[in-house]
């Protein structure tokens, strides 16, 4: 899409590597239950996993992070979540160790990208408490910039500062089923790598089948 910033190389998927970063940071399994210690022994790595019990996809998900990350030592402790529980325990009051939530916008990146703003924190808007000055000069920037390749240079910028600070981790990526009329109008935006029938395009150039 023209706002994703496709020169980024996401993270790779290597249990063998994570193993040995933990070992090098003083992360080990001391006692023999397969379940890694802090570097001074004091606990175990055992994390909260939660999740909003009206994601039924969520159980699912959490069970395979659950796996995944017993090959490498981590233990999770899954647990469904009543959303405005969650709301409370996230923000802005940071109770948590692992969540499962989502957000969903339109095309333009203005949103995802304002919920990183350090204003944010004590809105309740940010999950993650990230504060960066930088990142909040260029979101300010790019915000009042008119044109377009300007723009997308400097919101390709801050998809790197992102991404470089590890704001998030993202687990997996949700895919949607999205149905039209094209018996009732033609015009509709199909051609683009996703069909969101939120983006306001498809609104305006649609027309009533004569």
């Known amino acids: 899409a023209y706002w994703y910033n496709d020169q980024i190389e996401d993270y790779a998927f290597d249990i063998a590597l994570a193993n040995q970063i933990l070992d090098d940071a003083g992360y080990l399994d001391t006692d023999g239950d397969g379940i890694r210690e802090m570097p001074d022994g004091s606990q175990p790595l055992t994390f ?60 333009d990146p203005n ?9 944010q924190i004590p809105t309740g808007s940010s999950e993650t408490g990230y504060a960066n ?14 044109d377009p390749e300007k723009r997308r240079a400097i919101v390709f910028q801050m998809q790197q500062m992102v991404f470089d600070d ?18 009732r109008f033609t015009g509709w935006i199909t051609d683009e790598p996703t069909l969101d ?12 089948v004569q």
């Open 48 to 107: 909260r996993l939660q999740w909003a019990n009206d994601i039924p996809e969520a159980p699912r998900v959490a069970e395979l992070l659950g796996q995944t990350w017993s090959q490498i030592g981590v233990k999770t402790e899954p647990q469904a979540v009543d959303p405005d529980a969650l709301t409370s325990l996230c923000c802005p009051g940071f109770d948590f160790d692992i969540m499962i939530w989502g957000w969903s916008w339109g095309p």
């Open 111 to 119: 949103d995802p990208l304002g919920v990183m703003r350090t204003d």
């Open 133 to 146: 000055p930088d990142f909040d000069a260029l979101y300010d920037q790019q915000a009042v910039e008119l």
């Open 166 to 183: 590890v704001v998030y981790i993202i687990p997996y990526y949700q895919y949607e089923v999205q149905a039209y009329r094209k018996d």
């Open 197 to 208: 029938l939120s983006n306001h395009k498809n609104l305006v150039v649609i027309e009533p």
